[in-house]
């Protein structure tokens, strides 16, 4: 307990000294007596000077990545969530950069050896110094025997002792969130607890890279058939919780436009090609890469895109699947009734709306845009717009959507990055057509009726039991005792607990350390 009241005050002295407390206040105008606390808890430390000739965003970024680690998760997370922080704040908080000094050779070989057993260790050579490091992990280039030969691979390496330093600094973040909400009520709108909560799902599955392997090989596996785009293998016999062995890129950086182009490599295809793929990944499979900025990027010899970095990935479920191609096809069509329809159809809006008055919203949205130069229109704008109004029509935008249309401006900006005149919507166009015509299909419609059917006739024996439990149901709300209570978070009520008992600890701790200060002083 009294450790975590030192790892509370660590905390709140590296927010108070990094300027990150007032860059906040610029941005949220924080209560003089929170930043009195920090001011306490940051004497006797040199604060750092701000630069006025940034942004707030970008001060804060300079203060989240002198932090170290688990702040620049926490800002990395926060450029996940304008819904949260808003676009602008968002949009700065992309520009964090995860580099972090690289742990010692001799680190790296006695993690490989604990991890993979002194056999599988033996298997790898030429295991070459970092060549990158983040806040999470290392990356090494080594040669590994396998059936077939050996093997050039990227060996990713989780930093030693992460998982224990993520969870003290987030058990801290978390009781400060709490304190802050209980005395700031204007703060609420922020949800500060729930960010932190989401935080910590987020990083306790990327510390296990395990996961990410998981997910670069579904990625794999759905894109295997998909020419011009070829995700790394994944050399399981090498891979472990804190051990994610890859066979070795081997290409140019997206991002290398000059080199790209004297290596023969049509930019304009290109471009269209990494849109494409995105966009197949997203409504064929729903299952698309979250993270594909310039650096996690490589283009091949026979300019075969090759993705990297699968920490980050987004799921979509079919419905929305449908949504997102559907609207996105409405809107090319300028079809906004049928856009309408489709956000009715998948109960995304209270049903008492206007119809007529919700496609009249749309038309604002996308006549605009419309009347733009069609090299500037884009499709992950067009998204944030639409969600902005959906917003004022009480529909709750849903996460993965947001992840969606961030991805979407990023794959964008790639592409007009390698060739400036690309037209979104003529390369999305086939894609969302093909997908749409085949869902639609007199064979679809079959297929899905059957699935339907089989689901229908496997619950037929449960029937009465589900009619006698409703009824029940419904007879204590007439009575009411039964609580309709949408709240349904498990893990975060649980934090909630755990945190209002550190309150209780920490104030008890604070009281124990005066007297004591009193009876000997």
Not at 141 to 152: F, L, Q, Y
Not at 298 to 326: C, H, Q, T
């Amino acid at each position: 307990m009294i450790r975590k009241i030192f790892q509370l005050f660590k905390i709140a002295r590296k927010l108070g000294t990094s300027g990150a407390v007032e860059t906040l206040n610029e941005i949220y105008k924080i209560p003089f007596y929170i930043k009195i606390f920090f001011d306490f808890v940051s004497l006797g430390s040199q604060k750092k000077v701000q630069n006025f000739s940034k942004s707030s965003g970008e001060k804060l970024c300079d203060a989240l990545e002198g932090m170290g680690t688990t702040f620049i998760k926490l800002g990395q997370f926060l450029a996940t969530r304008p819904d949260i922080i808003g676009e602008d704040l968002a949009k700065d908080l992309e520009k964090l950069q995860d580099k972090l000094p690289a742990f010692r050779m001799s680190v790296s070989k006695e993690i490989l050896k604990n991890e993979l057993g002194e056999k599988q260790f033996n298997n790898i050579s030429n295991l070459s110094e970092p060549i990158a490091a983040a806040s999470i992990a290392q990356v090494h280039t080594a040669t590994i025997k396998v059936e077939e030969g050996s093997k050039e691979v990227a060996i990713k390496i989780l930093r030693p002792e992460i998982e224990k330093l993520f969870n003290e600094e987030l058990d801290a973040l978390m009781f400060l969130a709490y304190m802050i909400e209980s005395l700031v009520a204007k703060t609420r709108r922020l949800k500060l607890i729930e960010v932190v909560h989401l935080l910590r799902e987020i990083t306790n599955i990327e510390m296990d890279l395990r996961f990410e392997a998981a997910a670069a090989n579904e990625l794999y596996e759905n894109t295997k058939n998909d020419k011009g785009f070829n995700v790394p293998k994944i050399y399981w016999n090498y891979t472990s919780k804190k051990i994610l062995t890859l066979e070795r890129v081997k290409g140019i950086s997206i991002r290398e436009k000059d080199i790209l182009e004297k290596s023969g490599i049509n930019l304009k295809n290109l471009g269209e090609n990494l849109i494409q793929h995105f966009l197949r990944q997203a409504v064929r499979d729903g299952f698309f890469h979250g993270d594909m900025h310039q650096g996690n990027l490589f283009v091949d010899s026979r300019g075969n895109i090759i993705p990297v970095d699968f920490g980050i990935m987004g799921r979509l479920d079919k419905n929305n699947k449908k949504y997102l191609a559907e609207i996105l096809f409405g809107f090319i069509q300028r079809d906004y009734v049928k856009v309408a329809e489709v956000h009715f159809q998948a109960g995304l809006v209270p049903r008492e709306t206007s119809k007529e008055e919700f496609a009249q919203a749309l038309r604002s949205v996308g006549e605009p845009i419309f009347g733009q130069t069609i090299k500037d229109i884009s499709g992950g704008n067009l998204l944030a717009q639409l969600f902005e109004i959906t917003e004022k029509f009480n529909m709750s935008t849903q996460p993965q959507l947001l992840l969606l249309q961030k991805t979407m401006v990023v794959v964008e900006g790639v592409a007009r990055k390698l060739y400036p005149e690309t037209n979104i919507w003529e390369v999305s166009k086939p894609v969302l057509e093909g997908w749409i015509k085949k869902t639609k299909s007199p064979e679809a419609n079959i297929t899905q009726a059957i699935d339907v059917s089989k689901e229908i006739l496997k619950k037929i024996p449960d029937f009465p039991n589900f009619m006698d439990r409703a009824n029940y149901a419904l007879q204590l709300i007439s009575e009411g005792k039964l609580n309709l209570s949408l709240k349904n978070d498990k893990g975060l009520e649980i934090e909630k607990m755990k945190i209002k008992n550190l309150r209780n600890n920490i104030f008890l701790g604070i009281f124990s350390i005066v007297i004591v200060t009193l009876l000997v002083f």
